[in-house]
């Protein structure tokens, strides 16, 4: 994956957090289903569950009762803004690539929603370190990327990426990244839809698994188009997306999959009862679908008897 050297980035669709707050645990109601909590935090809800400790409680979207998390995050866009100005800067450094992946994704959704006759409205994302307070309650960087529908805002711990790799086995990359912040926004678009709604309860066919499958596919969308959307300056952010860079999207998924996790870092026993995500082969199979057609309509898992 590269950027073209010279399109414009735009930092003010960040907010770095990075430099206060934190720390503590889990607390309030941090978004599951709707929100798309992490793959951290689901192994968290996976050993805690099976143990006792935690509950999931649909209605409220998320976690609750391990503690709270420290406020006193501010916000200074300083060093990103005279960092991260062009494409060029995205090909060099990692916090200006993930400024030019969030770009080239509201790029796409802000005309796709033209093309269907609405308006797209823009959703933030905060770099944070250690934990953040948000209107779906606090989190720490244990619970990973997420969404929270409260304030339309995506949350995510750039440390993140590290533990795809060296706890998850995967293989990483920039476009990987890219695949886990298109799936975040996935959730920001079924927001401003109302989709979210249906995100409710758990188990192989649920809401909330649908809901998760629809936003990968929804991620393959925007990666079908994303070296042809045009960003605010006429060119497109990216100028190369190789078949390497769409492996390592689709390796990822397969290590996010609820099988995986319960399997491999949750006990060993896999419990269908217990998924809200969907299964590894399903999360590649709408990434897929989304990626080779293009067609944010084809991603209408709710639709379907056959989530794959």
């Known amino acids: 994956m590269r950027f073209d050297e010279g399109a414009g980035l735009d930092t003010s669709e960040v907010e770095d957090l990075r430099g206060g707050g934190g720390g503590g645990g889990i607390g309030g109601r941090v978004a599951l289903g709707g929100g798309g909590l992490g793959v951290v935090g689901l192994v968290i809800y996976f050993l805690i569950s099976q143990f006792g400790g935690v509950s999931l409680n649909p209605s409220s979207g998320g976690l609750g009762g391990l503690g709270a998390v420290g406020s006193g995050q501010q916000k200074d866009n300083t060093s990103l803004s005279q960092e991260c100005k062009t494409g060029a800067d995205a090909n060099r450094k990692h916090d200006c690539a993930i400024v030019g992946i969030i770009n080239s994704i509201q790029d796409y959704w802000g005309q796709e929603f033209q093309r269907s006759g609405s308006t797209y409205r823009k959703s933030t994302t905060n770099f944070f370190n250690g934990g953040v307070n948000t209107a779906c309650g606090n989190a720490t960087s244990d619970v990973g990327p997420f969404y929270c529908p409260g304030d339309s805002k995506v949350y995510i711990d750039l440390g993140f990426f590290n533990e795809l790799r060296t706890k998850f086995g995967a293989e990483g990359g920039p ?134």
């Open 175 to 308: 476009f990987a990244e890219a695949y886990v912040l298109a799936h975040e926004y996935g959730h920001h678009v079924q927001n401003l839809t109302g989709v979210s709604k249906k995100g409710t309860g758990s188990g192989p066919t649920s809401g909330s698994v649908r809901l998760e499958l629809q936003a990968d596919c929804y991620a393959g969308a925007w990666a079908n188009h994303a070296t042809t959307t045009p960003g605010e300056t006429g060119r497109p952010l990216l100028s190369e997306v190789s078949q390497q860079d769409v492996n390592s999207a689709l390796d990822t998924a397969s290590r996010i999959g609820d099988d995986y996790i319960q399997s491999k870092l949750g006990g060993g026993r896999v419990d269908e009862s217990k998924f809200s995500h969907g299964t590894s082969a399903q999360r590649k199979k709408w990434f897929t679908t989304g990626f080779q057609t293009g067609q944010p309509a084809r991603c209408d898992t709710f639709a379907t008897n056959n989530l794959g």
